[in-house]
């Protein structure tokens, strides 16, 4: 079935520092790809989405690349700040009979440190 | 515009109890879904109604059941409460008129079943 697989956390970092949280996915079909973070104590933000190959998701400084010839939607950002300290989910959208629903990978959490 | 507002945020119950858990729906949005999230891992996909009817459902027993209103707000249930329900249960909103529709969530309900 359909999938989504993300590095493993937590991923900690120095503020200013480069961020990559690799995602890869599985899915039949040609799904659109979201990344979604998860501030402490609070609900799922959409951060950014990609709805086809090669589209570039990009906000707040973070952007992710649609690669359907690795099935890959990579997370990066080029300065990191204590702000950014959260879990990051991908996320694929499978459509089915009338419906659709979000495909979640397990998170990675980062945690920055000034 | 008001976001997706979910109550109570925090609910403690007793193992074979019945729970209810609500969700208001971000204004002018038809389509609500409901998700799980375990501590420690992504968001699974409970059910999504639309015009007041289930339209798609996960991989969930049937003791978890929901209603949608006419106002589009909705309603989660879960009979015979086992620990394994404990999770945070969080309600997201969307337009059912494009399936690549972001979905906007709401902070959650946590749940602890004890």
């Known amino acids: 079935g359909d999938s989504v697989t993300q590095m493993e956390g937590p991923v900690t970092l120095s503020e200013e520092a480069f961020l990559t949280i690799n995602c890869t996915y599985t899915a039949t079909g040609y799904p659109s790809l979201f990344w979604y973070v998860q501030y402490p104590g609070e609900g799922l933000q959409l951060l950014l989405k990609?709805?086809?190959?090669?589209d570039k998701g990009s906000n707040k400084g973070f952007e992710a690349t649609y690669r359907k010839e690795t099935t890959s939607f990579h997370l990066e950002k080029g300065s990191v700040q204590v702000s950014d300290s959260a879990v990051y989910f991908c996320a694929l959208i499978k459509g089915s009979g009338g419906y659709n629903k979000l495909i979640f990978g397990a998170g990675t959490r980062l945690a920055v440190h000034p | 515009e008001t976001g997706v507002t979910q109550s109570p945020t925090h609910l403690i119950k007793t193992r074979g109890q019945q729970v209810t858990l609500r969700c208001s729906s971000q204004s002018g949005h038809n389509t609500v879904s409901w998700y799980q999230q375990a501590l420690g891992q992504g968001p699974q996909f409970i059910f999504q109604y639309y015009r007041e009817e289930e339209n798609g459902r996960g991989n969930f027993p049937p003791r978890f059941s929901g209603l949608q209103f006419p106002n589009y707000s909705s309603e989660l249930n879960v009979n015979a409460l086992e620990l394994d329900d404990s999770a945070l249960y969080l309600c997201a909103s969307s337009l059912r008129s494009s399936y690549n529709s972001p979905l906007h969530f709401g902070n959650g309900t946590r749940l602890t079943v004890t």
């Open positions: 990609a709805t086809k190959a090669d």
